[in-house]
DNA sequence: TTTATTTACGAAACCGTTTTCGGGAATCAG
DNA sequence: CTGATTCCCGAAAACGGTTTCGTAAATAAA
């Protein structure tokens, strides 16, 4: 492929090999007609250096590595739009690796990480991963990870969350102002520590409004759509069934509108419903739903840019980073009153 | 970062370099008591060798770089999901570089390429590529190109698309079928082959059912939300509105829903609505939308897979792949007729 | 026994950069 | 005019693998 390479550059020239690099890097010990004599020909040839061997000498590698569970999560997506756009301005590169909620997967592409392949990793976790000592190798050997949205607690290194207890507390406050008595909260992992932060916010609220809270409420959703379906057709098909449901992850809104729907549960009449989503199209669903919309693009872009401050001075204390940029409660139909 | 190195291996096992590389390899010429000694330290010492030296040797990177105009779409993203479960198999790495439907973008990413960085790349080009050079500069090195979706027709490479004619057609026939007489169709681009495809559907299934098509019904929406908005407004404030809309992207669903609903026209009573979508959330719209569903994650699948052919044989010819997934209609109540 | 072949390994070149070091020529200070 | 700097450049080492080639020893063939 790449034909063109330093030699061939410095044989046209009737310079060294050396001289053509460092006239490239703009180094002061070359006369600038040599400089200008070099970015010419470099320029009418199209050089463009190797990256893998530049990255081999320099041990950097100009790219940064992006480790998330799935990308058809609109949080996620938009979390890379931003990070991408960072990367771009700073000419790094951006690999892509998805868990798809596995922890094993995890552990193997954090290892490989181990080979200098980049520079940094923006991460977070699988709703798995309880042991940590893949995460905690890396740190420990000074290579920088940056914890965005789903974090975790025992690791001491820079953090980009949102505020993932209160925005549920003002939501679950915003269900109990619409006159719910019975509020569910829908969880999807028992060790997710946002997913305990959510849920924690929703308790308190509960308690702060002398609603006592039941265990009943409090449903575990997993990553397997069908097995959802039938566990929330259950809850509510009940007699007794919940009036207020708070989801604490975008994918379950689709499945809890769909099982009102096959169970004729009128929304926001017959049971109200506010859910953690990025979903542009929220306010076109049927009916409109309110949402606790979280800053997926301004996170992926402070996440970035706590790296590449990390990157740029090696001195950079990453424990000390803890960014919280709160989400917004957005109020449609699917919470309203009269209706 | 990586301080075990085959040098260190070497030494410890007091073999030379090039033996240890070889028994990793698990090359005949080492005997099978020197490649287990090597195989069981290289464990122990949790050796990973450095991808960079060993791409600059091999000259391939076991890397590719997927080239899409944005992520948070849901065409893309789930497309990603098909790359990705193809690349982690065979032990690739996946770059993701967004063009944000910016041809000079587009440009300077696929310059880039000829250093080497990729072994190939799996694209969908910009709105407003026209000018082809910058891809076929890459195609013409023998630098494996692969098109998904977003194609150009001048190039000759590999391409796996679905079937825009046909089900652009389907849709078109199906709104005359509903009782459509007057309808528009959503353009976002006047140059991509994948929009006028559509176009083209939808214009023959205009003719074959003697419906006169009115250069007035084509509706070209840009990349910017507010202006398709008032574009749509317009259009929709007319007193001969039309009775029937097809949205040939995606993105083009909230603004015309928002747009009905700003100015009260009740989909699908005054106007029917269909949709080229991914949206997993189309079928909880208010109301639900009926939809051409491309099959993303396929086309992502099949797209990785060609290319991985192409990278197993390096005889592999490019030029004759072409593969067309057929898109799926599916009807629901913004196209119903009795409601 | 001699010759040919296989087996198992090491030395060294190589990939394309970056960087250290050294030195000749020119410029400057004394 | 001599010695110290500065300017400009090249030789060579280095990064960490892979691959070619050579070769000593062991084995097989003649």
Chains 1, 2 share one sequence.
Not at 89 to 106: A, P, S
Not at 203 to 228: E, F, M, R
Not at 235 to 257: F, R
């Amino acid at each position: 492929m790449a034909n063109v390479n330093l030699k061939k550059l410095a044989g046209e020239l009737n310079l060294s090999v050396s001289t053509v690099s460092k006239a490239l890097m703009n180094s002061h010990e070359i006369s600038i007609e040599t400089k200008e004599r070099v970015l010419l020909l470099a320029k009418q040839l199209n050089y463009i250096p190797n990256p893998y061997a530049s990255s081999l000498r320099r041990k950097t590698s100009k790219t940064i590595a992006v480790v998330i569970p799935e990308v058809a999560d609109s949080f996620f997506s938009i979390a890379i739009n931003g990070i991408e756009s960072i990367a771009q301005d700073k000419g790094y590169h951006v690999l892509i690796y998805l868990t798809h909620e596995n922890f094993l997967k995890e552990k193997a592409i954090l290892n490989d990480f181990q080979s200098g392949r980049v520079d940094g990793v923006l991460m977070s976790v699988t709703s798995e991963t309880v042991d940590t000592v893949h995460i905690h190798d890396l740190c420990s050997r000074g290579f920088p990870v940056i914890f965005f949205d789903r974090v975790c607690e025992d690791i001491e290194t820079a953090k980009i969350t949102t505020d993932d207890f209160e925005s549920s507390y003002k939501a679950t406050k915003h269900l109990i102002e619409c006159g719910c008595h019975k509020i569910a909260f829908l969880s999807f992992s028992k060790s997710l520590s946002i997913s305990n932060k959510r849920m924690e916010g929703y308790k308190q609220a509960l308690a702060d409004n002398k609603i006592k809270s039941t265990d009943a409420d409090l449903i575990y959703c997993t990553n397997d759509d069908a097995y959802n379906y039938t566990l929330l057709k259950t809850v509510m098909a009940q007699k007794k069934h919940p009036d207020g449901i708070i989801a604490s992850v975008e994918k379950l809104t689709t499945t809890i509108y769909l099982v009102c729907k096959e169970l004729k549960r009128a929304i926001p009449r017959d049971v109200k419903i506010v859910s953690f989503s990025n979903l542009q199209s929220a306010l076109i669903l049927n009916p409109a739903l309110t949402t606790i919309t979280q800053p997926a693009f301004e996170m992926g872009q402070a996440a970035a840019t706590v790296l590449f401050k990390a990157l740029e001075k090696s001195s950079f204390n990453l424990k000390k980073e803890k960014y919280v940029i709160p989400s917004t409660l957005i109020i449609r139909d699917s919470t309203r009153m009269a209706l």
